[in-house]
Every structure is written in structure tokens, then in C-alpha cells.
């Protein structure tokens, strides 16, 4: 790779977008195409046999051999599966490089390895994929040579979604027709599509690929289990925005190009709070194709880090006691004339239609708080929701300074007269400009606030997909603005309605609104006050999925059946049981062939040596025993946890149902870890470091 890089020359290169099919498309094929990712008319066979045709031909130019539908099945992870372009050997011994309109419309994959949460009977275990195409193919290119991968949607043979994308294209199809309904009743009659845009700001760690190696925690749980603090942590805070080191630099170079061969507009990079924490930020895209380009942007980020020697964690805690990682998932709604619908304007308590855009929002939200929760559930987010550093695990909503005092007259007066104005930042330096201050600071405790023309939901972890968060977002706001669009247009005197509406919603849901700060302890009794839900972790949120008022909401916007969110609820449960199982498996492991055995080793040398000093002579040993003796009580302390730990372990596979399963494993098998990890952490701070079996968080974190 040379060093100079022309970002338009490359940006996209490798993606089949838009001005490559128009320049490669027939004319015809071309506009029917666009007809269909525009207005979502109806594929014509024909029109795919002359699109699959030249989307080879490109991607073979491109050094593509197969093509693989990509889909992103509720691992988290995405799947593909791969088929060569070639067909079988004529007569002659050679082979054609072919590919059909049905072979990019629609693929069969043998689904019976992906959760379906009893969706599909085990007779039937095929699912389909069908083409997205309203998010651009493109060619990968890594070990495995060129590959063509066309996004898709996943499905079983009844139609069930088995896949994060398929609710998330319904919810943007929900949100688009009452959105449309909303600015048509403000009199808007141009717009023809209202889009969710969606900005998702990645946050990661990278380590050193040989230490990682050392830590079987680490290669097998992605976190690590074990592990004291380094007298030095983040308390410094001169890691945040220091200047990114060299290697992370040549890193962080090669990341943006990948990313933006792709497309996936890599834009802001910096570092984050935690040392060997940072963060990667691309440039808002609809909604599904914000979804797609993060998957592809995590992917760039571990493929690239171990050509550099290093490994990328997105675990959403890798380090206990040092800031995790979460994605912030930034949300606005865009008509296709560039109007975003969450733009105040300079004076929002005029904007009556913005008002009443961020008043059902605020509904929404309330109503939803429990479904928003549990769209961030994630075994690993649950290190992270509530500790000092992210959201706490209760929503509420952050206005701002400005809106909220809008808000607070709507709820006194009735109306709004005025809204507070930014005031002049003076630099106090002559050859600096000075600039306005934005009406509102920042609040960086609130697990959804507005920043300024978007709402920022930053629940989200950083290892999982951003399409469940956005599919609720889309759904919720559907139907606020469903419920309030029936009202508006059955009224005489719209002017009156709208008003009456507004100060309805503001005051009916006014509790969910908390600009103050969301990691003091007060606001936990605060919110408990109002009667906000506080889903402390991923097995008390998941019920939310489930209940009448949710399968009403999905159901009625066609997101999801009952069926499915069921299906969904029982995967998490599974997920939750199945990482549990695996983390406690890997500490008995480690405490067993690595720990136990070194602290067996430290503590027979100690003896030895005590013994040597005592035959030289009356010299006192005493520091030496009292060493002696507190590792040995705690090597006794770890065993008998360990023991336990194994117990707890066996009994996971005997609770028979998937909901009662997880809940063991939180109630149970998580806190006898807990018991394990403290003796062991403790010991790391006795033990010689030369004969501690693993690098520390000291190593792994610093020495990047
Ligand atoms: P902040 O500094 O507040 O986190 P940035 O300007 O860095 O905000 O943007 C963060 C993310 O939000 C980026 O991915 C950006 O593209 C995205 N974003 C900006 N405006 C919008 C919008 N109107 N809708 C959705 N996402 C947006
Ligand atoms: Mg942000």
C-alpha cells in the first residue's frame, strides 16, 4: 500500500453503487432498478437476470471468484455462505463464470445452524435470503480471495424473520408512511420518502496480539475474567484525545481505507477514555445501510488489526473497573428533499411542527422505555449499563437547556413565546473568531439526548447490532405519530388540535424528561419516583419483548408476529445461558491449569527460601511467612470457589426451560464467578509477577 492516498479516487471503488449501475446498466434496466430501490416496486425477473449479469462482470473485473449472500442472522455476527461463479465443465473442459437474476434475488441456506428460537421445526431447516437492494453490493477482498457479497434479508420458509434486517427494512416502511402523513397535515406535499438516518459511533480497544494469545480469557470470552487494576488507570486522563500513537496511526490509516472502498464513510477517529480505547465514527446513511456499513466497518477493525500484530476487542468490557465499549447510535428522520424533521431551527417554540415531532418522541420513548432497555441487551453490555461511565440502565430522555425550557412552558402556560438563544463564546484571543455557543451544553450521563438535530441513543454495546435499537426507535415513533396524525386529521380546527396535542403530550409524559446527571445515586430513587423501569440486566429486560403492549405495537406496524418476538425472546435467553456457561467453563480452566498451579509454585519457593534464611542463621522471616500464609488462605479461598463454580456449572444443562436457564445463570452461576474472580485478583498482587501465568491489565492496557 503506498503511502499517498487519494480518498475519491478510492472511496467506493470496490462497491456496486449507484453511478456504477448507471453507467453499466442498460437504460431501461437501470430505471426499473432505481424504481425499486426508490418506491420498492416489484423485481422483474428480467430486470434481475440483466443486473445479476453485469454485477458479475464488475466484480470479476474486481478479482471476485464467488459470490455470497451476507446476511446477519441473531448471533450478532454476520453469515454468509459462499458459491463460485462457475458452472460445470462442458464438453470441451471448460467452465463458464455465470450468475442468474434468482441467484442474486434469492438464496437457500441450510439454516438449521442459526438460532430460530423454535421458529423452525427441525423437518425444516432451510431459510432463504433475499436481496436488499436498497443497500449496495460490494467485493471483499481478504485471504479467502474476492468475494462478491450481495446484503440480504434472512428467512424461514414460512416467511419468519430470522435476521436482524428483515424488522429493520419494516420499521423504516412504518416510520416512512406516518411520517409522511405528519408533513403532509403541516402542508409539506413534495416529499415522497422519509428515511431514518442513522450515525453509529463505534468504540473498541486494541491489544497486542502475542499478549492476547496469553489470555485464554480473552481469546475465548472476548473479556477478560480475571484481573487486578494497575496503580496507573484511567484516572490521568491523558489518554482522551492524546495524540494516537504510531502504530495505532498506521492502524487506524489502513482501517479508513478499507472502510472506504467500501463505502462506509470512516470519518472521525479518535481516542477514547480508557487507555488503548478508541473510537471510529462514520458519516450518517439510512438506516439499514448505517447497519450494513457497521457490520463491515467491526469486520475491517479485527481484520486490520491482526495484520498489524495487534488484536481489536469489541467486547463491551474487556476490563473490569476501566470504561467499556458502547456505540452511539445517532437518529434523525430525513425526507428525500433533505428535510431532517428533527431541526428546531433558530427559534423551535415557532417550529410547531418540530414540537410536535419531539413531543410524540418523548411519548414514544415513555411508553417504550422497557423496549428501548432491551434493545441494548447484551450479555456483555450488562458490565456496563450503570457502572460510572455509561448510561445508567434506566431511560430517560435529555432536552437540553433551550428545549427544556420550551418544554416547561408548554406544560405551565400552554404555550411556547420564546426560546432561550446561545450566547457569544468569547476566545479572548484577537486572531481566534469568536464563536456562538450552542443553546445547550452536552450531557454525557443520558442514555438518549437530543444533540442538536438528532437523538443520540447510547445504550447501544459495542459488540452488537445496531438494527434492534432501530428497529424500536422506527416502530415506536410510528406509532406516536400514527396515534397522533388519526387525531389531526379528524379535527375541525387543526391549529387547535395541534396546540392541544402538544401540551398533552408534554405534560402526559413529561416524567421521562431528565436533563441532570444520570450517574448520580439520587437518580436512581428519582426515576423509581416516576416510575420509570430500571432493568438492571439482560434477563430482566428481555420480558419486555414479549408483553401485550409490545406484541400490539409490532404487530400493528407488521414488524414483528407475536411468533417472532417470542422466538426472539427465547434466542436471548439461550444467548444469555450459553455465554455464561462458556465464561464460567474458561475461569475453572484457567484457575485450574494456569492459577492454581502458579500460586502452588510461588508459595513452595517461598517456603524453600524461608527454610534457606532460617539454616543461615536467626534471621528474622517473619514478612516472608505472613506472605506464605496469606497466599496459601487465599489459594484455599480460590479452590473452594472453584469447587463450587464446577457445581454450579454441571447444573446449568438440568434447568429445563430457556427463561428459568438464564435466570440461573445470573442469580446463581454469575456471582459464585464473582467469588472466584476476588481471591485471584488479590493473589495477582502477592504472586512474582515473573511466575503469574498471564499478562496483566497493566501489560495488555499501556503497552500497546
Ligand atoms: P457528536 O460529537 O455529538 O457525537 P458528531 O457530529 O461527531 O456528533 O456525529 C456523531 C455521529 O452522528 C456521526 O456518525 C454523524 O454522521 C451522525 N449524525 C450527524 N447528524 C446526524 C443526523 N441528522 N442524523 C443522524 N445521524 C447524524
Ligand atoms: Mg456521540
Known amino acids: 500500500m503506498s503511502d499517498y492516498m487519494n480518498v475519491t479516487e478510492i472511496f467506493g471503488c470496490d462497491v456496486f453503487n449507484d453511478?456504477?449501475?448507471?453507467?453499466?446498466?442498460?437504460?431501461?434496466?437501470?430505471?426499473?432498478?432505481?424504481?425499486?430501490?426508490?418506491?420498492?416496486k416489484e423485481l422483474s425477473p428480467e430486470v434481475a437476470d440483466v443486473v445479476a449479469h453485469e454485477m458479475k462482470e464488475w466484480a470479476i473485473e474486481k478479482g471476485a471468484t464467488h459470490y455470497s449472500h451476507w446476511f446477519q442472522p441473531l448471533t450478532?455476527?454476520?453469515?454468509?455462505?459462499?458459491?463460485?461463479?462457475?458452472?460445470?465443465?462442458?464438453?470441451?473442459?471448460?467452465?463458464?463464470?455465470?450468475?442468474?437474476?434468482?441467484?442474486?434475488?434469492?438464496?437457500?441456506?441450510?439454516?438449521?445452524?442459526?438460532?430460530?428460537?423454535?421458529?423452525?421445526?427441525?423437518?425444516?431447516?432451510?431459510?432463504?435470503?433475499?436481496?436488499?437492494?436498497?443497500?449496495?453490493?460490494?467485493?471483499?477482498?481478504?485471504?479467502?480471495?474476492?468475494?462478491?457479497?450481495?446484503?440480504?434479508?434472512?428467512?424461514?420458509?414460512?416467511?419468519?424473520?430470522?435476521?436482524?434486517?428483515?424488522?429493520?427494512?419494516?420499521?423504516?416502511?412504518?416510520?416512512?408512511?406516518?411520517?409522511?402523513?405528519?408533513?403532509?397535515?403541516?402542508?409539506?406535499?413534495?416529499?415522497?420518502?422519509?428515511?431514518?438516518?442513522?450515525?453509529?459511533?463505534?468504540?473498541?480497544?486494541?491489544?497486542?496480539?502475542?499478549?492476547?494469545?496469553?489470555?485464554?480469557?480473552?481469546?475465548?470470552?472476548?473479556?477478560?475474567?480475571?484481573?487486578?487494576?494497575?496503580?496507573?488507570?484511567?484516572?490521568?486522563?491523558d489518554h482522551y484525545l492524546g495524540t494516537i500513537r504510531q502504530r495505532i496511526s498506521a492502524y487506524m490509516k489502513e482501517v479508513n481505507e478499507e472502510c472506504w472502498k467500501l463505502g462506509v464513510t470512516a470519518k472521525t477517529q479518535h481516542n477514547e477514555v480508557a487507555p488503548a480505547q478508541h473510537e471510529l465514527a462514520p458519516i450518517y446513511a439510512p438506516a439499514n445501510i448505517a447497519a450494513d456499513h457497521n457490520q463491515i466497518m467491526m469486520r475491517i477493525l479485527k481484520k486490520v488489526a491482526s495484520r498489524h500484530g495487534m488484536r481489536c476487542l469489541l467486547h463491551e468490557k474487556p476490563f473490569a473497573g476501566v470504561n467499556g465499549s458502547g456505540k452511539h447510535n445517532n437518529w434523525s428522520l430525513t425526507t428525500d428533499d433533505g428535510i431532517n424533521l428533527l431541526e428546531p431551527g433558530k427559534t423551535p417554540h415557532e417550529n410547531i411542527q418540530f414540537l410536535l415531532v419531539l413531543t410524540c418522541i418523548l411519548k414514544a420513548v415513555d411508553t417504550h422505555a422497557d423496549l428501548l432497555r432491551e434493545s441494548a441487551a447484551d450479555v456483555g453490555n450488562d458490565h456496563r449499563l450503570g457502572g460510572n461511565e455509561a448510561p445508567p440502565a434506566v431511560i430517560s430522555v435529555f432536552l437540553g437547556e433551550q428545549l427544556g425550557d420550551v418544554m416547561d412552558q408548554l406544560i405551565s402556560t400552554g404555550t411556547a413565546t420564546h426560546s432561550k438563544k446561545g450566547t457569544i463564546l468569547e476566545t479572548g484571543v484577537k486572531t481566534l473568531p469568536d464563536f456562538m455557543k450552542d443553546a445547550t451544553d452536552r450531557n454525557r450521563t443520558s442514555p438518549f439526548a437530543f444533540t442538536g438535530n438528532k437523538f443520540e441513543f447510547r445504550m447501544v454495546g459495542s459488540r452488537d447490532s445496531i438494527s434492534e435499537c432501530n428497529v424500536v426507535l422506527n416502530t415506536i415513533a410510528a406509532e406516536a405519530?400514527?396515534?397522533?396524525?388519526?387525531?389531526?386529521?379528524?379535527?375541525?380546527?387543526?391549529?387547535?388540535?395541534?396546540?392541544?396535542?402538544?401540551?398533552?403530550?408534554?405534560?402526559?409524559?413529561?416524567?421521562?424528561?431528565?436533563?441532570?446527571?444520570?450517574?448520580?445515586?439520587?437518580?436512581?430513587?428519582?426515576?423509581?419516583?416516576?416510575?420509570?423501569?430500571?432493568?438492571?440486566?439482560?434477563?430482566?429486560?428481555?420480558?419486555?419483548?414479549?408483553?401485550?403492549k409490545a406484541v400490539k405495537l409490532f404487530e400493528?406496524?407488521?414488524?414483528?408476529?407475536?411468533?417472532?418476538?417470542?422466538?426472539?425472546?427465547?434466542?436471548?435467553?439461550?444467548?444469555?445461558?450459553?455465554?455464561?456457561?462458556?465464561?464460567?467453563?474458561?475461569?475453572?480452566?484457567?484457575?485450574?491449569?494456569?492459577?492454581?498451579?502458579?500460586?502452588?509454585?510461588?508459595?513452595?519457593?517461598?517456603?524453600?527460601?524461608?527454610?534457606?534464611?532460617?539454616?543461615?542463621?536467626?534471621?528474622?522471616?517473619?514478612?516472608?511467612?505472613?506472605?506464605?500464609?496469606?497466599?496459601?488462605?487465599?489459594?484455599?479461598?480460590?479452590?473452594?470457589?472453584?469447587?463450587?463454580?464446577?457445581?454450579?456449572?454441571?447444573?446449568?444443562?438440568?434447568?429445563?426451560?430457556?427463561?428459568?436457564?438464564?435466570?440461573?445463570?445470573?442469580?446463581?452461576?454469575?456471582?459464585?464467578?464473582?467469588?472466584?474472580?476476588?481471591?485471584?485478583?488479590?493473589l495477582e498482587m502477592l504472586v512474582d509477577k515473573e511466575m503469574w501465568p498471564m499478562p496483566s491489565y497493566g501489560d495488555l492496557i499501556f503497552e500497546v
Open 19 to 40: 453511478s456504477v449501475m448507471e453507467e453499466r446498466l442498460p437504460k431501461k434496466v437501470y430505471k426499473e432498478l432505481k424504481k425499486t430501490i426508490e418506491e420498492g
Open 556 to 682: 400493528t406496524f407488521h414488524v414483528f408476529t407475536e411468533t417472532e418476538l417470542q422466538s426472539r425472546a427465547e434466542i436471548q435467553y439461550e444467548i444469555y445461558a450459553k455465554a455464561i456457561n462458556i465464561e464460567a467453563k474458561t475461569m475453572i480452566d484457567i484457575a485450574t491449569k494456569q492459577i492454581i498451579p502458579a500460586v502452588i509454585k510461588y508459595t513452595t519457593v517461598l517456603a524453600e527460601s524461608i527454610n534457606a534464611v532460617k539454616a543461615a542463621g536467626p534471621i528474622d522471616v517473619s514478612v516472608q511467612m505472613e506472605l506464605l500464609e496469606k497466599c496459601s488462605e487465599l489459594l484455599k479461598k480460590t479452590s473452594s470457589a472453584m469447587n463450587e463454580l464446577a457445581k454450579a456449572v454441571a447444573e446449568i444443562p438440568q434447568v429445563p426451560e430457556g427463561r428459568e436457564r438464564a435466570v440461573y445463570c445470573k442469580d446463581t452461576v454469575t456471582k459464585i464467578m464473582e467469588e472466584l474472580r476476588k481471591p485471584v485478583d488479590e
Open 76 to 237: 450478532g455476527v454476520t453469515a454468509e455462505k459462499h458459491d463460485a461463479f462457475i458452472t460445470a465443465p462442458k464438453e470441451n473442459g471448460k467452465v463458464l463464470m455465470s450468475f442468474s437474476g434468482k441467484e442474486l434475488v434469492k438464496g437457500e441456506s441450510d439454516a438449521s445452524s442459526f438460532p430460530s428460537g423454535g421458529l423452525r421445526a427441525t423437518f425444516e431447516a432451510r431459510g432463504y435470503t433475499a436481496w436488499d437492494c436498497t443497500s449496495p453490493a460490494f467485493v471483499r477482498h481478504d485471504a479467502a480471495g474476492g468475494t462478491l457479497c450481495i446484503p440480504t434479508a434472512f428467512c424461514s420458509y414460512t416467511g419468519e424473520a430470522l435476521d436482524q434486517k428483515t424488522p429493520l427494512l419494516r420499521s423504516m416502511e412504518a416510520i416512512n408512511v406516518q411520517a409522511l402523513r405528519l408533513i403532509r397535515l403541516f402542508g409539506n406535499k413534495t416529499s415522497k420518502k422519509v428515511t431514518p438516518s442513522v450515525g453509529a459511533e463505534q468504540e473498541y480497544f486494541l491489544v497486542d496480539k502475542e499478549k492476547w494469545l496469553q489470555r485464554k480469557d480473552l481469546t475465548y470470552t472476548g473479556r477478560t475474567l480475571f484481573g487486578a487494576m494497575p496503580p496507573k488507570g484511567q484516572e490521568m486522563d
Open 481 to 548: 405519530f400514527k396515534e397522533a396524525c388519526d387525531r389531526l386529521e379528524a379535527a375541525d380546527d387543526f391549529d387547535m388540535a395541534v396546540h392541544d396535542l402538544i401540551k398533552e403530550y408534554a405534560i402526559d409524559h413529561q416524567r421521562i424528561v431528565f436533563n441532570g446527571n444520570g450517574y448520580a445515586p439520587e437518580w436512581a430513587e428519582e426515576a423509581e419516583r416516576r416510575g420509570l423501569p430500571n432493568l438492571p440486566s439482560m434477563v430482566d429486560a428481555i420480558p419486555a419483548l414479549t408483553t401485550p
